[in-house]
């Protein structure tokens, strides 16, 4: 066998002559593309095509973890210049380039993620053979980091499958498993990894036709269909994006409209378009973002756990949907509740997570026997890790977690759900307090990435590795919170939620509040984030907290608890609902809002994030931006509280606090942790 080799890439040839390429990056765990692995890349394409040509070439991964995870984010940062930006996408393109146009077929050989970039390099070859695995992911995710495809994704894919169903994924970034991507015409067949290669070989040797109706591909990209798409597309992009804060999207709506993908030019116009963004504030804010996401992915890495068997303890909204979730990532869950209607209707929610995520019926029946019904709790004495999501009264804690600690095995983790009430206050045993941490999800637990692994003054550090990695295990972001009233998101967002109802009572409408909330960026206003967790809760949270850090509670919220009025699960609570959707008029158009709404909203935020700071509920502010972004939906593109208050400048917003005082009231006053904050 003819054997090529460098740094990252190895290359034989087997006794077909079939040329079989292996990207392995060489220290790393995981395939990612930089500038080098470009250039060698670029020798070894050159190298096949001298002397006696192969019959095709294989691309494969040498990784066992996925494909290629797309570019190396870490060059990012080394960017600085417009040159820099164009001369690394523009090398990509001339790479990708030679390779879609080498004399003999191409097949790119796809197990696990398969993502960006390296799906820009699947794409530039002439089929794409999926393997049958649960962890294959496919897709162009760049505008989470506040790009378009730029190795030339934007222009391959619609040409591959079309412009309407190549810009639906380029637009959302969303990834297709292997069978999605089959169907969508991104891959030419999905096989079991045992028929792999034999497949990769078939494809080579017989270089069938594309599936694919290419007429429909054709016309899709036609200029007269771009422009009539092109205006529905982006009028449902608008309904989910602000233009103004993420661009990237947009932008690679208009290309398509405006330059098609026939004519090779459309290169050129996309690695232009990219250097732009890439060196936009927006596109280093999410860049920030992807750092401080695998800044907590690494922090389950210190511990191992073994976990077979979960048991969860209530069936409610918080404790079902827990239940779901880690038999949805394979574990044995018993679910607990004296409530029968209780844990029916937990299983019900649970089968609908199992069918929209799992899509096939024997994966899904294989999840709905992995989630067991416990009324009587026998699943305590065998489980790894019993996660307690009981009302939240600390006596009612306290009592459980007594049972708990005798019937549990000595090696079983103990966690509590709660969102509000320090470990210490939920028992007062010893051995205990070693072994209980607190596993704070958020609602909807299936939507939302972040877990906060509450950390109290006698938890064992093995323990609360121990639940850092059990996060890891399913597929959510821990991030480490000291045991404290609130812990972090939720102490956080208390005095934002608070102030917007006292914004409500002087007179300002509330569609006027969750629009100024919504132009900064935040994901849903605060009145009407206030009706979707619950009044009682909101109610419930604010009194426990204010025990603790003072502040008074609006009376329209304790008014409208009394009345029964709860927001959306009751269908009325500062807006009216109906089938769940919310019922209110636009804003008028005469209205002025107060200048200084914003300010009064976010910094009720950022100054109790600065108390947290200096009081040490987490160790770093990157935590702090992490745990608002992944916990709250704090806006991405601004990086994080404190983030923003380092791009503001603190002097700034300390000059802004005390206006807010001077107009106000005391309940503005600078927390003393700004003395000393260092975020520059």
């Keep these: ?41 670029l020798s070894m394409i050159q190298s096949l095509q001298t002397g006696s040509m192969p019959l095709g070439l294989v691309i494969q991964s040498g990784k066992k973890n996925g494909f290629i995870a797309g570019a190396d984010v870490k060059q990012f940062k080394d960017i600085q210049t417009a040159d820099a930006a164009f001369n690394l996408i523009r090398q990509g393109q001339i790479v990708f380039n030679h390779l879609a146009e080498l004399p003999f077929p191409t097949v790119a050989l796809i197990q696990g993620f398969c993502l960006g970039g390296g799906f820009e390099l699947a794409l530039a070859c002439r089929y794409r053979i999926a393997i049958d695995d649960p962890k294959t992911k496919i897709g162009l995710p760049e505008v989470h980091l506040g790009i378009h495809p730029g190795w030339g994704g934007s222009v391959r894919l619609p040409r591959l499958i ?83 804060h993420y661009p990237a999207p947009f932008i690679a709506l208009q290309h398509w409209v405006e330059q098609g993908v026939e004519n090779d030019t459309a290169f050129m116009v996309e690695a232009k378009s990219v250097t732009q963004l890439m060196l936009s504030e927006t596109a280093r804010n999410l860049v920030r973002v992807f750092y401080l996401q695998e800044k907590l992915k690494d922090l389950g890495k210190e511990a191992t756990f073994s976990v077979d068997h979960v048991h969860v303890v209530g069936a409610g909204v918080m404790g ?155 597929d959510k972001l ?58 009682d809760v909101c109610l419930y949270a604010g009194e426990s907290l204010s025990q603790y850090y003072g502040g008074t509670i609006p009376v329209k919220l304790r008014t409208l608890v009394e009345a029964g009025h709860l927001g959306r699960k009751t269908g009325q609570g500062f807006y009216a609902y109906e089938k769940d959707k919310k019922v209110t008029g636009a804003v008028d158009p005469n209205y002025r809002l107060p200048e200084d709404v914003i300010d009064r909203l976010m910094l009720s935020m950022i100054n109790e994030a600065v108390a947290c700071l200096r009081e040490k509920v987490v160790t770093h502010p990157d935590y702090l931006d992490a745990g608002m972004i992944f916990g709250t939906g704090f806006p991405p593109f601004r990086g994080g509280p404190m983030h923003y208050v380092a791009e503001q400048g603190e002097s700034l917003l300390l000059q802004r606090l005390n206006l807010l005082v ?8 600078a927390d003393t942790g700004w003395t000393a904050l260092n975020i520059s």
């Design 1 to 41: 066998m003819e054997h090529i080799s460098a740094k990252h890439w190895h290359c034989e040839r087997d006794s077909d002559n079939i040329a079989w390429l292996t990207l392995d990056k060489k220290k790393e765990s995981t395939n990612t593309i930089h500038l080098e692995i470009l250039e060698e890349l």
């Design 162 to 244: 079309g412009g309407i169903k190549a810009m639906d994924l380029i637009l959302s970034g969303r990834t297709l498993n292997a069978f999605s991507a089959y169907k969508m015409g991104v891959v030419d067949i999905v096989v079991p990894k045992r028929q792999a290669n034999a497949a990769a070989k078939y494809y080579l040797k017989n270089q069938p036709k594309r599936k694919t109706n290419q007429w429909l591909v054709k016309l899709s990209n036609l200029s007269y269909i771009r422009s009539l798409a092109g205006k529905w597309i982006g009028k449902k992009l608008a309904e989910k994006l602000n233009q103004a």
């Design 478 to 535: 821990p991030l480490p919170v000291k045991s404290s009233p609130g812990f972090l998101v939720n102490r956080i967002l208390m005095p934002y939620l608070m102030e917007s109802i006292v914004l409500l009572e002087s007179g300002i409408p509330a569609n006027a509040i969750d629009k100024a909330a919504l132009e900064f960026g935040m994901p849903m206003g605060p009145i009407e984030l206030a009706d979707t967790v619950g009044l």
């Design 320 to 474: 079902g949907d827990i239940a779901a979730w880690c038999a949805l990532k394979g574990f044995r869950v018993t679910l607990e509740d004296k409530n029968e209607k209780a844990i029916a209707t937990a299983l019900n929610r649970a089968l609908q997570l199992f069918s929209k995520h799992l899509k096939e019926p024997h994966l899904v029946t294989a999840a709905k026997d992995r989630l067991i019904a416990d009324m009587e709790g026998g699943g305590v004495k065998k489980a790894d890790l019993i996660i307690e999501a009981i009302i939240e009264k600390v006596e009612a804690k306290r009592t459980l977690f007594a049972r708990l600690a005798k019937e549990a095995k000595p090696e079983a983790l103990l966690a509590t759900n709660t969102s509000t009430i320090p470990l210490a206050d939920l028992s007062n045993d010893a051995a205990l307090q070693e072994r209980l941490i607190g596993l704070h999800f958020f609602n909807p637990v299936a939507k939302m990435p972040l877990v906060e692994v509450i950390v109290g003054d006698e938890t064992d550090v093995e323990w609360a590795n121990k639940g850092m990695a059990f996060v890891r295990l399913i």
């Design 662 to 669: 001077e107009r106000h009231g005391k309940r503005f006053l």
